[in-house]
């Protein structure tokens, strides 16, 4: 302590000795001469000044040009280098949209190469565009779901993904990855959860009779469960909300092609009536939501068509009521 105590002392005196008038005196600047226009012109034309200023609004220009452009390309609006096709009309109350794919033997997808991808990212001017929407896509990292997903990023909207990966893939999404407008949740939806979003789209599910069959009573739960999930979460937050159903829900239609006035002709006891069942059952409860809750609600439903074995396409019709 004492020396400590000393330290300090010694420390003021040498703060004593340092000289106070180190600073030069305080001495006005005289006003400056407004100079005249021909010593102006004069010292522009002095060691090329002229020259490096119009070099330097070229460089300026040519940078406000291409900036644009550049920017186009930058790390958040890269898109997969797999082009994708998706088109919708959102003017009328139906909208088709039709997805073509081929799929390899281990069930992986790649798309159509010859395809050019119609969801065109444009800069919108501030202001001028629709207010940006938060979305939540059930089931997102699926073949359906992540052109959906990459759809809605496309045209400027924020997207959650919700999926348990169960036949979905990371890879579906990745190359959305660093994007400020995507997040990817791993979150099995026959658990509650709650976000803030505008819209519900409400994917989630598997879907061919090797997945869906595996473990029926799962497959069941998450239509019935999952879809309830959801609903509460649109009727809690006020979202809208949008089922994909299957022309399963027909069963083995007797009539060809079915309309959505017809009930079908279904088995409720067999072996994939976890699936069509648990459809139909989704289908029931977004029908009470919206006349009970007065939820905005539409289905989408699916005709899968083989081709042949590697090759297959889908045509959804979309209804909104
Ligand atoms: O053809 C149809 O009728 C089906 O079309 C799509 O299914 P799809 O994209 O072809 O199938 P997947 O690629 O298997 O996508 C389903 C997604 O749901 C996810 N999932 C599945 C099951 C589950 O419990 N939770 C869950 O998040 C899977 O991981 C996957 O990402 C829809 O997602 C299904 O709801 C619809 O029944």
Not at 124 to 138: A, D, F, K, L
Request: glycine share 8%.
């Amino acid at each position: 302590m004492k020396q400590l105590h000393k330290q300090s002392s010694v420390n003021h005196r040498r703060d004593e000795e340092i000289p106070s008038n180190q600073t030069p005196p305080y001495s006005p600047k005289s006003l400056k001469q407004p100079r005249s226009l021909p010593r102006s012109i004069n010292y522009l034309f002095k060691e090329q000044r002229l020259l490096f200023i119009l070099v330097g609004i070229l460089i300026g220009s040519t940078f406000f040009i291409l900036q644009p452009t550049l920017s186009r390309l930058g790390p958040t609006e890269v898109r997969s280098s797999i082009p994708r096709s998706f088109s919708t009309d959102t003017n009328t109350t139906t909208t088709t949209a039709t997805i073509s794919h081929t799929q390899d033997a281990s069930g992986s997808y790649s798309a159509d190469s010859n395809k050019p991808f119609h969801g065109k990212v444009g800069r919108v001017p501030v202001g001028i565009g629709r207010r940006r929407m938060r979305i939540v896509v059930t089931g997102g990292a699926g073949f359906v779901g992540s052109h959906l997903v990459d759809k809605l990023i496309g045209r400027g909207d924020e997207v959650i993904v919700i999926d348990n990966f169960f036949t979905g893939r990371k890879e579906n999404v990745v190359h959305l990855f660093g994007n400020p407008r995507f997040e990817l949740i791993r979150h099995d939806v026959v658990e509650p959860i709650l976000l803030e979003v505008d819209q519900i789209y409400h994917l989630a599910c598997p879907a061919s009779p090797v997945h869906y069959k595996y473990n029926p009573v799962k497959t069941i739960k998450t239509n019935v469960m999952g879809t309830l999930n959801m609903l509460g979460l649109a009727k809690r937050v006020g979202a809208r909300f949008l089922l994909t159903s299957t022309s399963e829900v027909y069963g083995d239609p007797l009539q060809h092609p079915q309309k959505e006035t017809y009930w079908g002709n279904v088995n409720p006891i067999g072996e994939r009536s976890c699936y069509d069942e648990g459809k139909r059952t989704a289908e029931t409860l977004t029908m009470d939501y919206h006349r009970g809750a007065g939820i905005w609600y539409g289905w989408l439903l699916s005709y899968l068509g083989f081709l042949c074995c590697h090759f297959f396409s889908r045509i959804f019709k979309y209804k909104v009521t």
